[in-house]
């Protein structure tokens, strides 16, 4: 994948911890934890939104922390810190001193900053300031709570020492990578992957194209171009089932959803209660490499309960064999949550769907 997002809404379970379930099956949760913010394989970086990201490519992101530096991204926390330049600096002093703190905990969080800045404290904007221009890095606590260091004490010597590419060296391994995980994809598709603008991709794409390292191609029923890795391979046969998080690489992009699937798939957490068309937290059933099925799911953790709120089926499948499949998988889900029972609460389309 190359990049995990994090998020922490945790009406399933959080969805670092589901996204990577639905890969590779039953795992302890705490691996992810460790080697993100012990043992620093990962990095927690702006990759596709908030995300995580190999050590190793953080030499490709520095190009953006330097744009925030500069002030042509994140505006308007730019006009914060240059306000607040005297405290930024003795928030660094701080977290450089003591290690390892979060906002609340600085000696000067200063809570209210009236109503430009809505509910964040002073202490937090001058944290995520010194986190977008790479001055400081984070910490997350299983609860999904943040801690801040110096950067320096979370990215390996080894790695800082790394030269830092050019910016359109760095944009085009990012596009790369983004080519190696997604299979086949439109210049869109690859440059969302790594919230790349259209305008640095396109060039950047043009010129894989030209070195041999991306191939173009014309898929059936797409209306723009595709390419595809020079590499990949195309594999033998299909046979993987799992629900997916809402924030799973495969679920990014609405267009690509319905292109590959023809599943008309949104996210509804945004959604008004009265305006949502399927549920809050709706999880798509993967069968080999069709989309068959959606879910509404709640962990009730203090009851122990898996709480199916509601089940749909796609047009055009075997109602009989995705049921059997998704009641499997939800008992897979349910034992890997440790929930000792799952709660049919809800209706759907299709009969006893």
Do not use: C
């Amino acid at each position: 994948m190359k990049v995990l997002q994090l998020d922490s809404i945790p009406i399933v379970a959080r969805t670092q911890y589901l996204v990577l379930r639905s890969r590779v099956g039953h795992y302890d949760p705490m691996l992810l934890d460790r080697l993100a913010y012990r043992d620093g394989e990962w990095l927690e970086s702006w990759g596709h939104e908030a995300s995580l990201i190999a050590m190793e490519h953080e030499p490709l992101f520095r190009w953006r922390q330097e744009r925030v530096r500069r002030g042509e991204t994140w505006k308007w926390l730019v006009g914060f810190a240059e306000r607040n330049t005297d405290y930024v600096e003795s928030v660094r002093a701080e977290v450089a001193e003591r290690g390892l703190v979060k906002p609340a905990e600085l000696s000067d969080p200063r809570p209210n900053l009236g109503e430009w800045w809505g509910s964040r404290s002073g202490a937090t904007l001058a944290l995520d300031w010194l986190f977008r221009i790479g001055e400081v890095g984070i910490v997350r606590s299983p609860k999904f709570d943040k801690s801040f260091d110096l950067y320096e004490r979370l990215v390996p010597e080894q790695t800082r020492s790394q030269p830092t590419p050019r910016i359109e060296d760095a944009q085009r391994r990012l596009l790369e990578l983004a080519s190696e995980a997604l299979g086949i994809a439109t210049a869109q598709d690859l440059a969302d992957y790594f919230r790349l603008k259209m305008k640095d991709a396109r060039p950047r794409i043009a010129e894989l194209v030209e070195e041999g390292v991306l191939l173009a191609a014309r898929v059936e029923g797409w209306d723009q171009d595709a390419y595809f890795h020079a590499a990949s391979k195309t594999p033998r046969k299909m046979e993987h089932r799992t629900l997916l998080s809402p924030f799973d690489p495969v679920m990014w992009k609405r267009d690509r959803v319905a292109r590959l699937f023809g599943f008309d798939y949104r996210i509804e957490i945004y959604v008004p209660a009265n305006k949502r068309r399927w549920g809050y937290y709706v999880l798509p059933l993967l069968i080999g490499d069709q989309l068959v099925a959606r879910v509404d799911l709640k962990s009730d953790r203090k009851q122990g309960v898996l709480r199916v709120l509601g089940a749909w089926l796609e047009a055009d499948q075997d109602a009989s064999f995705v049921r059997e499949v998704l009641s499997e998988e939800l008992d897979s889900l349910a034992s890997w949550l440790g929930l000792s029972q799952i709660d049919y609460e809800g209706g759907g389309h299709g009969g006893d769907w």
